[in-house]
């Protein structure tokens, strides 16, 4: 099954890049495997939990949870030759990313859902573990940061589900929505693009300016 | 029903206070959206996964998904504006933390739970959204520093059970401790009122007074 | 019931942990409350949501969150001779660590899970209050710093799994993990054992040096 391939693919990048994380960190091995577990499965975790979805797919195949602890410590032998690898990295991230998005999604249809759910299920899935790894790690996740990395998620979705009203099968669906949205992460990641941010400043500025005058 | 049009008005302002903090970190535009929503819909949604009270509200209503997202953009189109308008929004974040424990309250009432925990869901359905919100954007949660604001979800819920222990109404209830906890916040607010801090200095004091010295 | 005397010790030793964290960052009463609950009851709250084991712990049994706040209060009281009383902290701290593990790896066994789900369950009970409070208090967790912290509650996990297995009756199997475990701790606390660290620095840093050379 094409899904389940992604899959394997998505927790495995996803559970190294948890683990660099907490490297930088300086974290023990056990918070390495921890964390590296919260930023494959947190995604899928958080919305089981939201759509009251049991039992979790890491219950129901520990196996996973198995897989993702070996990534982690693959991770920390190899992490010294991890530059070298870093663009293969940041393309099994995207993969990993817009499969999330792609299971997350289909779950939420097969529980009957609308499109706002499943869209909001898709992106959760997506970026929730990276969300839930950059505050184990006391960062301001980097979601809302990096190049175009959520809304990529999200108009992925529309994508899916554009694909499915046309009438396509679910293979079909599956496979260019997966190309769609990595093409387009790579494009983002290539050319920098970004969101437009909001940025605002308020009274506390002017406090801030005025103590570093005194 | 008057729970909803609070319940409607609530979460528009706590969409609101969760943009500005998003746009104070200067996240990117899907952040300001998933930050407000996080802030708007995530006490109803600790409670409801904490209680297993399923599905979830937003689950169930997705237009107040949409409702909240509508909210952070109107947010980021009239942030400018925004401080001549500080003071309606202090009062239209009071009305909500209020509503919110009420609601909050009313639904662990009505799966049949007692005293003890349905104050505790009022209170969590209060100031969740809130923790959750300063979490994302990394600072420590306002909620535990802010004049009296948990504090008086509280005594709104141990007002709110007084009033149904007495007989009263539904509508007489929820209404007299709407004007009830709405006219506290604003005492609190007016006064600079705050609970009693609990300061504790540990060892770490020593070391750090001898580095500022070296 | 042993299990229970175990608990009741154990939330009341987590509740003073993170009544004294809270302390620390100077919050107000209601959040050294809030903390103190989070940290006594929030791992059992995490496995209980994650495996959907309904009602959860505190919901069923409001007295223990009766409990965890008189022991927050009496914290507050008590903090100015805390410091004598630490060596006794420790101990219960290490008791509840371990009892917390064997709570959690039971119930999971109770639902039918098998050795990765019921090891994780034990290892979540045991170390995601602490998470939760250092979240709470905007910390990096120090679960994955101090000594052998989390790892006791995995070792403890499998000698608890293999008691079951050589066929030693319950009561048998509970003592012997809790002194087992208990000596552990004991152990790498006395002599600051502590796991191998994961340091990764990647390009970050030579930014970071050449900053400061300028």
């Not at 979790?56 to 530059?83: N, Q, R």
């Not at 995207?94 to 097969?110: E, K, N, P």
């Not at 002017?206 to 005194?214: G, P, R």
Request: charged share 15%.
């Amino acid at each position: 099954m094409l899904l389940l391939v992604i899959y394997i693919i998505a927790i495995t990048a996803e559970a190294m890049t948890g683990a660099l994380s907490a490297g930088r960190r300086s974290m023990d091995w056990f918070g390495v495997v921890l964390i590296a577990c919260v930023t494959a499965l947190g995604g899928g975790s958080v919305r089981d939990v939201l759509l009251g979805h049991y039992p979790l797919t890491w219950v129901k195949h520990p196996e996973y949870l198995v897989l993702t602890c070996c990534a982690a410590f693959v991770t920390i032998l190899i992490a010294k030759w991890m530059k070298h690898l870093h663009s293969i990295f940041l393309l099994l991230d995207a993969l990993g990313l817009i499969g999330f998005t792609i299971i997350g999604c289909q779950i939420a249809l097969d529980m009957g859902h609308g499109f706002v759910v499943s869209a909001v299920a898709g992106v959760l899935t997506g970026v929730s573990g990276g969300i839930l790894r950059d505050i184990l790690c006391n960062d301001v996740p980097l979601v809302f940061r990096r190049e175009l990395y959520a809304s990529i998620s999200f108009v992925a979705v529309i994508f899916y589900w554009f694909c499915m009203d046309v009438g396509l099968s679910l293979e079909v669906t599956v496979i260019s929505t997966l190309v769609f949205g990595f093409s387009l992460r790579c494009i983002a990641i290539y050319f920098g693009l970004e969101m437009p941010k909001f940025i605002y400043k308020d009274d506390d500025e002017q406090s801030a300016s005025s103590k570093d005058e005194s």
